[in-house]
């Protein structure tokens, strides 16, 4: 019972999901970063207004930004403050990670993607992956995959 109440509680912390990431790249490395945010972006995500799957992570004179992630501002947000839902976001990393992956990015010629925005302590937590970008030919290689298994599944059930 209690990893049940546990899958609800994560699924609720979930704000949003970039399952485009997934199918567009190999997914190398993960990292959790924290957002500086704004309070009425704060209000958003707590109303689940956020959407991810746009956005994309650049590494600029030795600090991580969130480009393109689309935060909807409320309406009820404060009337003196004009809201950009599409600003660009810093992003709360550690010194040595983020030499880590500028290293990665400029050198190895990877990408750094947006996965999961979700809720941790109270505290707004980005998810972002070290990618590779995938071919066509990859994508339906993987989507064969995906197809046989689910297809397995389905004689293992029904006998």
């Given at each position: 019972?209690?990893?049940?109440?546990?899958?609800?509680?994560?699924?609720?912390?979930?704000?949003?999901?970039?399952?485009?990431?997934?199918?567009?790249?190999?997914?190398?490395?993960?990292?959790?970063?924290?957002?500086?945010?704004?309070?009425?972006?704060?209000?958003?995500?707590?109303?689940?207004?956020?959407?991810?799957?746009?956005?994309?992570?650049?590494?600029?004179?030795?600090?991580?930004?969130?480009?393109?992630?689309?935060?909807?501002?409320?309406?009820?947000?404060?009337?003196?403050?004009?809201?950009?839902?599409?600003?660009?976001?810093?992003?709360?990393?550690?010194?040595?990670?983020?030499?880590?992956?500028?290293?990665?990015v400029?050198?190895?010629?990877y990408?750094?993607?947006?996965?999961?925005?979700?809720?941790?302590?109270?505290?707004?937590?980005?998810?972002?992956?070290?990618?590779?970008?995938?071919?066509?030919?990859?994508?339906?290689?993987?989507?064969?995959?995906?197809?046989?298994?689910?297809q397995k599944?389905?004689?293992?059930?029904?006998?």
């Amino acid at each position: 019972m209690p990893q049940q109440k546990e899958a609800t509680e994560h699924a609720a912390a979930t704000i949003a999901l970039n399952k485009r990431a997934r199918f567009d790249y190999f997914i190398e490395e993960r990292l959790e970063a924290g957002l500086a945010l704004q309070g009425w972006e704060v209000k958003s995500l707590r109303a689940h207004k956020a959407q991810i799957t746009e956005g994309y992570v650049l590494i600029k004179s030795g600090e991580a930004w969130l480009l393109g992630a689309h935060v909807t501002p409320l309406n009820t947000a404060s009337t003196h403050v004009h809201p950009d839902p599409i600003r660009t976001r810093k992003l709360l990393l550690k010194r040595v990670e983020l030499d880590r992956l500028t290293g990665a990015v400029e050198r190895k010629g990877y990408t750094l993607v947006p996965l999961a925005l979700y809720w941790k302590r109270g505290r707004a937590k980005l998810e972002i992956g070290l990618a590779k970008g995938k071919k066509l030919h990859d994508k339906r290689t993987a989507e064969k995959a995906r197809d046989w298994q689910r297809q397995k599944q389905r004689l293992v059930r029904h006998g």
